[in-house]
Structures are given as C-alpha cells and as structure tokens.
C-alpha cells in the first residue's frame, strides 16, 4: 500500500539556518510528489511537485527538493530559513487512477519553528 | 481570481445533528476533493467529484457520510448523526484535470471546515 512517511514531528531551526525536512515514500510505481504547507487557519499551499524530469525541483519561497528513487526520498531543503516559514509541512504521494485523477496520500507532517 | 472557499469555516454540532459543508471551487475546475484532517494528522482522502460525478467514494469512513456535486459546481458534504470521532477539519481541493491528463495537476485547497462535536 502507498504511504508517505515523515521522521520528523517538529523541527525547531534559527532564522538564517539552512533547513532540510525528510520525507520518505512507498509507492509501487513512479511516484508523484508534492510538498505542501499549511499556516495556522489556512489551506494547504503547494511549494514543489514532482512527476519526471530532472530530479531537483525548484518551487516557490525559495524552497527545493531532491527525488532520489533509490532512497525512496524526497526531501524539502531551503538554505536559508525566515521567520515567516514557520508551519507545518507536508509531504504527499499522488496516485494516478484510469479515471485522470490523482488521490493524495500525506505525511503526518512536520512542525517548523523559527527562532529569531 | 477567487480561490477554493469552504463554508462555515468553524461548526460546532451536539452529537446525533446532521451538518452540511460547503465547498466552492475554482471556477471551471473539472476535479473536486474532499479530505479529513484529524487534529495532529495529515489530511486523508474522503471522496473525489469529476464534474457532477462521484467517481471514488472509497474514503468516507461510515454511511453516515454523504458528498453531492449536482451541477459539476459547488459540493457540499453531509455527515448525519455526527459522533465525535468525526471532529476534525474537513478540506476541500479542486484542480483543473481532466480526463487522461498528468496526475500531478495541483490540488488547489480550501481553508477548511472545522467541526467540532460535542
């Protein structure tokens, strides 16, 4: 069964710090891969996804994310952190039905803190 | 442009009401899901709308649950005799796709619905 798997529950970095959050993933085929953030009483925004092609993929906010099929891996970094990330983070697994549309498995997710 | 919106974005219920949420998607968007975020959790998959029709089902936990897209529009999800396990937030996403297109079209996502069942 597809799952997507997300070591870290919070992650506390200071303003300025590079950033890397795991993200592992179980899916039989090639995968689809997105990460997604979520601020307190908003929606999901997506940073990044991933479908073919080069395997570093570049989203918005200055975020990036490296597929590596054979770790099974799909980790969001930024080298430099702002305040204004502070969220929660998820990862996610799209699987592609006969029908043209794509069911999102998710991590549990990842709570980043900044420290000023 | 006008992005998902989900009404009411707080609902509070006595156990055994029936609630009815709100989903308006981006205009002309063909897909439409709904997902449950319990507290601390990643989202998880309740059921899928290609216009008008429920194509997958296969999330929602209990036949207390029932989604409608009658107009390939707005989407409205019913939960009768609410229990409090079905406290949490209820998103919904929409994406252009259609067809056999790429399965990485973005799902674009709604505030949410928080429930909460007393």
């Known amino acids: 069964a597809q799952s997507v798997t997300q070591p870290d529950i919070h992650i506390t970095v200071s303003e300025g710090a590079s950033l890397e959050l795991r993200c592992n993933y179980s899916?039989?085929?090639?995968?689809?891969l997105f990460w997604y953030v979520q601020s307190p009483g908003q929606g999901l925004q997506l940073l990044l996804k991933y479908f073919s092609g080069d395997t570093l993929v570049q989203g918005i906010k200055g975020f990036e994310a490296e597929f590596k099929r054979s770790q099974s891996s799909f980790n969001l970094r930024k080298p430099s952190v702002h305040w204004s990330d502070a969220a929660e983070y998820f990862c996610?697994?799209?699987?592609?039905?006969?029908?043209?549309?794509?069911?999102?498995?998710f991590g549990a997710g990842t709570r980043l803190a900044v420290h000023p | 442009g006008a992005g998902v919106s989900q009404s009411p974005r707080y609902k509070v219920a006595k156990r055994g009401q029936d609630v009815a949420l709100r989903c308006d998607p981006i205009?002309?968007?063909?897909?439409l899901f709904w997902y449950q975020q319990a507290l601390g959790q990643g989202p998880e998959f309740l059921t899928y709308?290609?216009?008008?029709?429920?194509?997958?089902k296969s999330g929602l936990p209990s036949d207390r649950f029932f989604a409608e897209r009658p107009e390939g529009s707005v989407s409205t999800l019913k939960i009768q005799r609410t229990q409090q396990e079905d406290s949490a937030v209820y998103l919904c996403?929409?994406?252009?796709?259609?067809?056999?297109?790429?399965?990485?079209?973005?799902?674009?996502f709604g505030p949410g619905t928080r429930l909460t069942v007393l």
């Open positions: 899916y039989g085929a090639t995968p689809y």
């Open positions: 996610a697994v799209g699987t592609m039905f006969s029908g043209g549309y794509n069911k999102l498995i």
């Open positions: 709308f290609q216009n008008e029709a429920q194509l997958d």
């Open positions: 205009s002309g968007h063909v897909s």
């Open positions: 996403a929409s994406s252009l796709s259609w067809g056999q297109v790429t399965g990485a079209d973005t799902q674009y």
